[in-house]
């Protein structure tokens, strides 16, 4: 009988400490959810300025095959993931940074990344103001890119040498149509 309740007793225990635990999870969910939802906080960008572009080849949404060398200097480009919250929040800033692009279509591009059945209504939203390229993840573009988070904006120029660099690590959607940095 007294190891029946040591037994019960360790079981106790064994779920207090689990409680506790899990209080302690969950406050720390809800500070980090806190800290992700607060209103002006900019992703984070996965590509720095004056990284190099990679060769790419693909194919855009409009059939259209694309490649690294086509992109315009100052060439907005985005990459966005179905699911992804902060990629949805924003989706209509970019949309309405691409419309103002001196450039129009061709100098936006928007990279769509996941399945395609997924992917599809933010290629539809995407096609008036963009080239869009769905791709699955690890697809050429996005390796070319090497991004690494969604959703990443950021900017396109060559430099002295002519290679196609990025000009900067985060696009600023508060000033539609203004480049944001030239390539050194």
Same mark, same amino acid.
């Given at each position: 009988m007294p190891v029946l309740f040591g037994l019960v007793a360790l079981v106790g225990v064994v779920c207090a400490l689990d409680l506790v635990l899990a209080v302690g999870v969950i406050e720390r969910l809800v500070e980090h959810s806190e800290?992700? +939802?607060?209103?002006g906080r900019a992703p984070a960008p996965s590509v720095a300025g004056g990284d190099r572009v990679d060769a790419f080849r693909?194919?855009?949404?409009?059939g259209r095959?694309?490649?690294?060398?086509?992109?315009l200097d100052d060439t907005a480009v985005a990459f966005f993931t179905p699911g992804c919250r902060v990629c949805r929040e924003t989706l209509?800033?970019?949309l309405e940074y691409a419309r103002a692009l001196p450039g129009g279509r061709r100098?936006?591009?928007a990279v769509v990344v996941g399945e395609e059945e997924a992917a599809a209504a933010y290629a539809a939203?995407? +096609?008036p103001v963009a080239q869009v390229v769905v791709e699955e993840?690890?697809?050429?573009?996005?390796?070319?890119?090497t991004v690494t988070g969604f959703p990443s904006l950021l900017q396109v120029a060559r430099?002295?040498?002519g290679t196609l660099v990025t000009t900067t690590g985060g696009l600023d959607l508060g000033h539609p149509g203004a480049p944001t940095s030239r390539a050194a």
């Amino acid at each position: 009988m007294p190891v029946l309740f040591g037994l019960v007793a360790l079981v106790g225990v064994v779920c207090a400490l689990d409680l506790v635990l899990a209080v302690g999870v969950i406050e720390r969910l809800v500070e980090h959810s806190e800290m992700c +939802a607060r209103p002006g906080r900019a992703p984070a960008p996965s590509v720095a300025g004056g990284d190099r572009v990679d060769a790419f080849r693909t194919v855009t949404t409009d059939g259209r095959p694309l490649h690294r060398d086509q992109l315009l200097d100052d060439t907005a480009v985005a990459f966005f993931t179905p699911g992804c919250r902060v990629c949805r929040e924003t989706l209509p800033k970019f949309l309405e940074y691409a419309r103002a692009l001196p450039g129009g279509r061709r100098q936006a591009l928007a990279v769509v990344v996941g399945e395609e059945e997924a992917a599809a209504a933010y290629a539809a939203r995407l +096609a008036p103001v963009a080239q869009v390229v769905v791709e699955e993840s690890g697809g050429p573009v996005s390796l070319a890119f090497t991004v690494t988070g969604f959703p990443s904006l950021l900017q396109v120029a060559r430099d002295r040498s002519g290679t196609l660099v990025t000009t900067t690590g985060g696009l600023d959607l508060g000033h539609p149509g203004a480049p944001t940095s030239r390539a050194a």
